[in-house]
């Protein structure tokens, strides 16, 4: 048998000591926490809902039979009346009465007898009837408590489970959907959830809509129309370096709503030709010329794809995560209302962001006729639109029609939207169905959100995350909703230094914040969107915060202590321009 490490294989497996690290946080809760945190009390943990609407029909039956006794001796007592009532409407002679009334006297007292023992057998069968009620209910009691208990111990497993895949994600073992899929399959193994609760993340409705924008994606760069509308953008506002940044927020704008990786929309589609760009103004990192206008591109480019990100369901393959989050406490969150919500801060923040860096970070070069005539010459290479660009536009046009008005107008959701326009491109043949195999992003994305939104659903089922919001929100208790929630909007915010990942982030943080909020108060509509917007810019900060920020990092225009400062500001400036703004645009909505 033949070596593979000496044919050049080498090892294809995790990394071992992140992987042990890994193991040994998972391991260590799994087996700890049960021991150390004792199950609380029920008005702070009820258990999962399955349990609590389980035993309300248990408790239902006896209360049903023990009803009926009560209305049996009713017509009796009017049987045991008539008597009396016909005495009485019937009055004799008194000395009929004197002559009958031994044997009325008998007859009343036969009555009389008949009557109690039928009330004491009614009485007692009443108090059996409330006995068995009684024992039903201690019964029914003592089982819903077991359920309470074996609910706090799954849950604390499940948590457990869940945190050693966050871990795992952000320490990177293992490629993220492999991670994820460990850790799904760990929930079965140890009897955490049974195999088909397990595998329930992957059925949700919202995670599909995303795998098909992923094949719009890939249309749009097969095609060149992604690339070409940069270059139209470049070559409409490209004179001033200035212009030029508000033709990236164009494409990027333009292209999101059908691109859901920001990684490939930025480093796929907007960095080769900013690259380029910069390159042909002489704007290079080797050479101690960053910031002629490169550097200046870099960061605004990356902050711009963060924006877009923030302001469309499908710009960002951790959105629908959030949105199923949040439909876990019942809020539905459709595509319209998600873009209507966003539409006026994101717009602001593509205005102002360029501008803030343009004074901030000022490129050296600010006039760039050069792009206009590179645009034009690109454009002219490239030719005139082809077919497969024009059913492009043509079957975006269809489906971005259909989430904004599609539910309401013509009863179609948005993913069944997307399944439509899927459909269409591939009976054109603008995708063919091995380009629907090839990308794979898409693919992961459905492992790990798949796994991720499962997890994060059954610790909202099984009452951990309700547990927690009633902790946090009792220790806030006599702060006003506004005070409260922005503070734990900025905190889950600026936890994101500790993330490289915003999947991450908001698979472990969203649904606990978000439950907290309501239980502050907070309007949930409002909490839920304005923590799914906070989903994508709190990027902004690190290098290492989302999948283009190491790409655009690693041109090398921009020095880790600037990138990690301009972040810092760019942050406040986020928080303001959605607090303030979005805060009266939410108010015009009555969002709060």
């Known amino acids: 048998m033949s070596n593979p490490e000496s044919q050049g294989g080498g090892w294809q497996g995790a990394k071992p000591l992140r992987l042990l690290a890994t193991l040994a946080v998972g391991c260590l809760l799994y087996v700890i926490l049960p021991r150390v945190a004792p199950v609380p009390d029920a008005k702070f943990f009820a258990g999962s809902a399955a349990a609590k609407a389980k035993n309300g029909e248990k408790g239902a039956k006896p209360g049903e039979k023990a009803a009926k006794p009560a209305d049996k001796p009713k017509p009796v007592e009017a049987k045991a009346a008539e008597p009396k009532v016909e005495a009485k409407a019937e009055p004799k002679p008194a000395a009929a009465a004197k002559k009958l009334s031994a044997k009325e006297f008998e007859v ?104 098909v924008a992923f094949m719009f994606a890939r249309g749009f760069i097969k095609t060149g129309l992604g690339t070409r509308i940069a270059y139209f953008f470049m070559r409409l506002l490209g004179k001033r370096t200035l212009g030029l940044a508000y033709g990236f927020a164009a494409t990027e704008f333009v292209l999101a709503p059908v691109v859901p990786s920001n990684t490939a929309r930025t480093a796929g589609i907007i960095m080769p030709i900013m690259r380029s760009l910069a390159r042909a103004y002489g704007s290079n990192p080797e050479d101690g010329t960053a910031r002629k206008i490169g550097a200046y591109l870099t960061m605004t480019c990356f902050n711009l794809d963060l924006i877009v990100s923030a302001m469309f369901l499908t710009a960002m393959a951790a959105n629908p995560m959030t949105q199923k989050f949040a439909a876990d406490f019942g809020i539905n969150i459709t595509w319209n209302s998600w873009f209507v919500a966003a539409i006026v801060p994101g717009l602001v923040g593509l205005l102002v962001i360029p ?92 492992i790990w959100t798949g796994g991720l939104i499962m997890m994060a659903g059954f610790l909202n089922k099984l009452g951990m995350i309700p547990w927690f919001s009633k ?23 600026y936890a994101h230094y500790f993330f490289a990942s915003m999947t991450a982030h908001a698979g472990a943080m969203y649904a606990a914040f978000l439950g907290v909020a309501i239980t502050l108060g907070a309007p949930p509509m409002l909490a839920a969107l304005v923590l799914c917007f906070f989903s994508n810019l709190h990027a902004s900060m690190t290098h290492y915060g989302t999948g283009p920020a190491p790409a655009m990092f690693g041109l090398g225009y921009v020095p880790i202590g600037t990138w990690w400062r301009l972040g810092f500001m760019v942050s406040v400036v986020n928080i303001l321009i959605w607090v303030v703004v979005g805060g009266a645009w939410w108010k015009v909505l009555h969002l709060w």
């Not at 290479?381 to 079957?395: I, T």
């Not at 902790?471 to 915010?493: E, N, P």
């Open 108 to 211: 009343q007292r036969i009555e009389a007898e008949a009557k109690a023992r039928f009330e004491a057998a009614a009485k007692a069968k009443a108090d059996a009837e409330a006995k068995v009620k009684a024992e039903a209910d201690a019964k029914a009691k003592a089982e819903a408590e077991k359920v309470r208990q074996a609910d706090w111990v799954r849950g604390l497993h499940l948590f457990a489970i869940f945190v050693a895949t966050i871990l795992g994600i952000i320490l990177r073992p293992l490629p993220m959907g492999a991670v994820a899929m460990i850790g799904v399959g760990l929930t079965a193994i140890t009897g955490t959830l049974p195999i088909a609760d397990s595998l329930s993340g992957f059925a949700e409705k919202t995670l599909w809509l995303i795998i």
């Open 355 to 446: 501008f803030f860096f343009y004074k901030l970070y000022k490129p050296e070069i600010t006039q760039t006729p050069e792009a206009v005539e590179m645009a034009t010459a690109k454009l002219r290479e490239m030719g005139r639109p082809s077919m497969s660009e024009w059913l492009m536009v043509a079957v975006f046009s269809v489906v971005l029609v259909l989430w904004v008005i599609g539910e309401k107008t013509f009863g179609i959701d948005g993913t069944t939207a997307a399944l439509l326009g899927l459909a269409l491109l591939l009976l054109t043949g603008v995708l063919t169905w091995k380009d629907v195999l090839e990308e794979h992003n898409a693919w992961d994305v459905l």
């Open 471 to 493: 902790v946090v929100g009792a220790s806030m208790a006599g702060h006003s909703w506004q005070f409260g929630f922005l503070v734990l909007a900025v905190t889950y915010f």
